[in-house]
């Protein structure tokens, strides 16, 4: 990943055969924290520096940072203390708190807390949601030039702790219960906060495939974020699979870095935006292959082939890239909300006009919610007509 001087500079010595080092990254790139990747089996001057560090022992993931100070196997809780991320609440009850830090979430929390009210905003992984991770944004509202995801995600944050939000980071959320007229939310590592309003700003996340070898491969070779991993692929071949805005927009942005960019799609035509298709059109590092699907995932350690299906003829073929980025669609963050929180059958929550859920005082506005349009700029809107919703809410109790 490339540095940001912001930053602490932090360099993982690892392999891929190790799940505890994708463990480790997968935590730093879901906060959004920059790192360099070494790995030991490739590189014997790492080696020689993890048995340094570790009195002649070769023990993965070795973690070291810019002040030569270094952590060996750490859990997500201790690398979440030496990065310096709030994991617990300075209170223990809020007028709101708000589950969710991507656009819907950090600006519902700098609205309410705007009008003085007390909120609590908690997040599992990085500041500014998907919002955050996106390479570019070309379409909200007041960046003429675009800006990128990164930036984006850092101005929300910073406006809303200029206002007082106080921001849990990861931090998993896994209960949430009414009780009179407060609700209680439930975090990992035991705690519990309550308030007198709640608003489920918990996004969506892609899709997976679903297929044999996918789950021991993601992170060593099967990715879901082209910006956090595309530049790891630099000079290689790289496929992506899927065929819609996000399949089609990562493709692009992975040409900065890859020779070549295969793109499998399931049926007959790009369902991506014209202007998205136009450009992969443009682009001869970029090769379409339609009515092809994944049936299975191979490889040691680390990606090998991808065996692939045409759903026409049924014949059966591999593709060897370094590496694959799967696009395939969004699916709600709601696996910890209890069965009384009504969804639609696809898992997203029913809310009324006022965004509020079938449970009085818990809300919902974003992508979590059944009908949002999964666009940053409606969701910046939706967090602000929940702020309204809720202050108006809160009058009566």
């Known amino acids: 990943m490339a540095h940001d001087e912001s930053q602490p500079k932090i360099i993982v010595y690892g392999a891929n055969w190790c799940s505890d080092c994708r463990r480790s990254k997968k935590f730093l790139g879901e906060q959004r924290i920059h790192y360099s990747w070494v790995d030991v089996d490739q590189d014997a001057e790492g080696l020689a520096l993890v048995e ?173 974020c082209a910006t956090c991993d595309g530049p790891f692929y630099r000079g290689k071949h790289v496929a992506v699979v899927g065929g819609g805005n996000s399949a089609a927009e990562e493709s692009v942005f992975l040409t900065r870095f890859a020779e070549k960019v295969t793109i499998l799609v399931r049926g007959d035509a790009l369902t991506a935006s014209k202007v998205a298709a136009d450009k992969i059109a443009e682009l001869p590092q970029i090769d379409v292959r339609y009515h092809t699907v994944i049936d299975e995932l191979r490889g040691e350690g680390k990606l090998g082939a991808i065996a692939l299906r045409d759903t026409q003829s049924g014949a059966t073929s591999t593709l060897d890239p370094a590496g694959l980025f799967v696009f395939i669609g969004l699916m709600p963050n709601v696996g910890w909300l209890p069965n009384t929180i009504e969804r639609d059958e696809y898992g997203f929550i029913v809310t009324s006009v006022t965004l509020e859920t079938n449970v009085p ?37």
Not at 108 to 113: P, R, T, V
Not at 379 to 393: K, P, Q, S, V
Request: net charge negative; aromatic share 8%; glycine share 12%.
């Open 52 to 224: 340094q560090y570790n009195k002649g022992k070769r023990i993965i993931p070795t973690i070291v940072f810019d002040d030569d100070s270094f952590l060996v196997e750490p859990s997500n809780a201790e690398l979440a203390a030496k990065l310096g991320l709030q994991t617990r609440a300075k209170c223990e009850y809020y007028d709101l708190i708000v589950i969710g830090s991507g656009p819907t979430g950090l600006t519902a929390a700098l609205y309410a807390a705007r009008e003085g009210l007390e909120v609590l905003v908690i997040e599992r992984s990085g500041l500014g949601g998907q919002a955050g991770i996106t390479e570019r944004l070309d379409n909200f509202p007041g960046f003429p030039e675009g800006v990128s995801g990164a930036e984006f995600a850092d101005r929300l944050v910073r406006q809303a702790r200029r206002f007082e939000v106080e921001i849990l980071q990861a931090q998993d959320v896994i209960g949430l219960r009414a009780e009179a007229e407060s609700r209680y939310v439930k975090t990992a590592d035991g705690n519990e906060y309550g308030a007198r309003a709640v608003l489920i700003a918990t996004g969506s996340t892609y899709r997976r495939l679903n297929v044999p070898g996918e789950e021991e491969l993601i992170g060593a070779g099967v990715h879901f």
């Open 361 to 397: 005082g818990v809300f919902a506005a974003g992508d979590v919610r059944q009908g949002s349009t999964k666009q940053a700029a409606s969701a910046a809107g939706e967090g602000a007509t929940a702020a309204l919703m809720i202050r108006e809410y809160l009058k009566g109790v």
